[in-house]
């Protein structure tokens, strides 16, 4: 999605920045695990596919994904993005009838990084993005049924189940954005800033030494 090529968004823990060329080889690396392939129901890619997805993702109007950086690595300015890789996380607009709902993934790839808060400063990152500048109004989520980490941590951010697939065996969960929501969204994003990426890599000594 063009609206964010050139958004990065910084928390405590993590920065969130847009999917390039360079993270391709990380990402795709990533992919190769079983254990990923079976969370995420995705199939392995060769390399070229996997840059023909990245260019996909960064120009269709329908897909809006970051890639997740530790904000502590990527605060040295001698390392480089694919070395801060954490995972990546994505909100897709996938009924052309209604833009306003959106379906919200997330995954922390890195084992090392998972049980840590970050799944869940993330996707509070990425729905307050979703609602201010995509104007989601309903998100939902489709997690296999063995991911039981995953649906734990959407049921705890006040998603509800609305139904089980048994073909696929996937859950779908959902939550409306009313009010209440989109107060307890800004509460936990308080701290987010909303960077321009280029300025940020050009920058990340000032910026985080201030």
């Known amino acids: 999605m063009r609206t964010n090529e050139n958004t990065l968004l910084e928390g405590h823990k993590v920065v969130l920045v847009p999917y390039n060329e360079s993270h391709v080889p990380r990402y795709h690396e990533w992919m190769k695990s ?21 260019k996909s993702w960064r120009e ?13 690595r990527w605060a ?10 954490v995972g990546d996380v994505n909100i897709f607009l996938t ?22 808060g970050i799944g869940k400063e993330v996707m509070n990152m990425m ?4 609602v201010n500048k995509l104007r989601v109004k309903k998100f939902e989520a489709k997690i296999g049924l063995n991911n039981e980490v995953s649906i734990a941590m959407f049921k705890k951010m006040h998603f509800q ?5 048994k073909v696929f065996r996937e859950v779908t969960l959902v939550l409306t954005v009313d009010e209440s929501v989109q107060t307890r969204l800004q ?24």
Do not use: W
């Not at 269709?60 to 997740?68: H, M, Q, Y």
């Not at 040295?76 to 890789?85: A, F, K, L, Y």
């Not at 009924?95 to 840590?116: C, Q, T, V, W």
């Open 34 to 54: 079983p254990e990923l392939q079976q969370l995420t129901a995705s199939e392995p890619l060769t390399l070229e596919q996997e840059y023909d997805m990245q």
């Open 60 to 72: 269709d109007d329908d897909k809006c994904t970051f890639i997740i950086l530790d904000k502590q």
């Open 76 to 85: 040295d300015p001698s390392s480089r993005d694919e070395q801060c890789m």
């Open 95 to 116: 009924d052309p009838s209604d833009p306003s709902l959106a379906e919200l993934e997330i995954m922390i790839a890195e084992p090392s990084y998972r049980g840590k």
């Open 127 to 130: 729905m307050c993005y979703g």
């Open 161 to 165: 189940e609305v139904s089980v697939c």
């Open 187 to 210: 509460d936990d994003t308080a701290h987010m800033k909303e960077r321009d990426y280029r300025l940020a890599c050009s920058n990340r000594h000032e910026l985080f030494s201030q």
